[in-house]
T-cell receptor, first 109, second 116 residues
Framework: GIQVEQSPPDLILQEGANSTLRCNFS?????LQWFHQNPWGQLINLFY???GTKQNGRLSATTVATERYSLLYISSSQTTDSGVYFC???????????FGKGTMLLVSP | DAGVIQSPRHEVTEMGQEVTLRCKPI?????LFWYRQTMMRGLELLIY????????DSGMPEDRFSAKMPNASFSTLKIQPSEPRDSAVYFC??????????????FGEGSRLTVL
């Protein structure tokens, strides 16, 4: 099956800093999603982005499908951005998403 | 629009008891997934349904676990008998597409199960 690697595994930031999270995958995909799991355990959809670039407020994401990676950008980070960020992908012919192990982000005031 | 709705949000039970977790997918979605999350194993897919039919249950840990989807708006995950190692957060998720398809996946808020 598809392998998904996320980096870095952990990240500590000061409030206001910017960061880039990376997701590499081993095969072509027709679905790629970024999720944020907040400290209360909720899994929140950030982006559905099998290709291209999207922006939502301080967050943006870019997927370069031909090079098999996706990037999640967080600008002007806030303490509420803390949590775990998951990348998940699904390839053609597959029925379920494969999740990466996540990047744990801590934003300190 | 209502998202994926799960109940109960928290369940504490004793070893050997039956546990039933419930899920209502987003209206119109035709694929439903049950996941389990633990610190040790992360997010694991247990089973998924497409058009109310179980398609892949290879992630179900053992015969103590069973899942049903009697109609398009309701699914249950049952553990009988429960064991302490079943303690985890159980998530239900739904999407629109064929055989899971390419549709965006949405999660419920999870059911946190503690088996004493």
């Amino acid at each position: 099956g598809i392998q998904v690697e996320q980096s870095p595994p952990d990240l500590i930031l000061q409030e206001g800093a910017n960061s880039t999270l990376r997701c590499n995958f081993s095969d072509s995909v027709n679905n790629l999603q970024w999720f944020h799991q907040n400290p209360w355990g909720q899994l929140i959809n950030l982006f559905y982005i099998p290709s291209g670039t999207k922006q939502n407020g301080r967050l943006s994401a870019t997927t370069v499908a031909t090079e098999r990676y996706s990037l999640l950008y967080i600008s002007s980070s806030q303490t509420t951005d803390s949590g775990v960020y998951f990348c998940a992908v699904r390839g053609p012919g597959h029925s379920t998403l494969t999740f990466g192990k996540g990047t744990m982000l801590l934003v300190s005031p | 629009d209502a998202g994926v709705i799960q109940s109960p949000r928290h369940e504490v039970t004793e070893m050997g008891q039956e546990v039933t977790l419930r899920c209502k997918p987003i209206s119109g979605h035709n694929s439903l997934f049950w996941y389990r999350q633990t610190m040790m194993r992360g997010l694991e897919l247990l089973i998924y349904f497409n058009n109310n039919v179980p398609i892949d249950d290879s992630g179900m840990p053992e015969d103590r676990f069973s899942a049903k989807m009697p109609n398009a708006s309701f699914s249950t995950l049952k553990i009988q008998p429960s064991e302490p190692r079943d303690s985890a957060v159980y998530f239900c998720a739904s999407s629109l597409g064929s055989q899971g398809g390419t549709g965006e996946l949405f999660f419920g808020e999870g059911s946190r199960l503690t088996v004493l």
